[in-house]
């Protein structure tokens, strides 16, 4: 039962769509998210909502499991596949399904964190609207778009091209991997004109570290070079060699640069955020300040190692993303 879960849900049964099944799938009748769901349905007895419980083990990524008896029954050729912590629109199906056209393989989207809580929820919020967002904005310029699990949107008729979803079940980053696919399949992947929000909630300093751990993991095995030059992607390292060689060649006062290029740093996320039309409070510069603070040493983390933590479950990630489970785990 997380944050604002009833809310999230909620949102998906006031689509405003002439023909759509919304259907939810959870992996365990012992999630007490099943009850709210039966509540919800019964709520709106005039969408065509269905709850599929039951997880099917064909690999090591328990959200493809999850999502698999959904995926076999599901009416429609079109399928959006969205995280339980997105919050939807009335109208988010009006503006998403005219971008899947025939030379598109696969919709996704930029996220923007609202609603956080705690020291943890508000450095994940400043890690979605400034990292996070600047990374896809320029990726999808360079003509790298990136696809987020949060929401992404497809035929399935074409994904069986590369299989169906069921051959992401051995990767991590099962989102990244389809967008991937589509892209050898010579078809394009598309960014949804508007952010999609995730409701963040309460989180603890832990919980966001080892989240983007395990994030920063996918990228490293994923990305290789680009994620070794991601500390330049922020005003820490980079203002950090800018001060040094325009001492050097300029003279300028290295503490002089420092200050106008993290100030310069700041003002850009800042645009970025209001474009985004993501939650700014006083406190934003200081999570600001904090979050790139700890780039640096959260990258040695994620570099230093090749496991992740995935809801209690501790898997290894080997080149290309592929997930293992411990011999001694799957064995138990």
Known sequence: MDNGLSENLESFFRLVYPEFEVLFSVADHRDPACALVESLIKKYPNVDARLMVGAVDIGPNPKVNNMMNSYNVA???????SDSNIRVNSDYLVNLVPDLDEDTGIVSG??????PAGFGGRMEQVFLNTFIARWMILGSWAGFPTVIGKS????REVAQRFGGIQNLARF???DY???QAMLMLGLKVKHMTQPIPQIIGKHTFNDFWQ???RWGRIRKVSTLLPFLGEP?????ASGLLGAYA???LFGVAPLQFIGLHIAGWFMCDLVTMLAMKAEISYATPLFWALRELSQIPQWAHILSGDTVNWRGRQLKLEAGGVLVEPDAQRMA
């Open 75 to 81: 009416k429609y050729d079109h399928i959006l596949i």
């Open 246 to 248: 325009c001492h050097a």
């Open 232 to 236: 330049l992607n922020g005003p820490i």
């Open 110 to 115: 930029v996220v923007v964190g609202e609603s």
């Open 152 to 155: 992404m949107f497809f035929r």
């Open 177 to 179: 991997m389809a967008g």
């Open 172 to 174: 991590l980053a099962e």
């Open 211 to 213: 989240r983007h751990v």
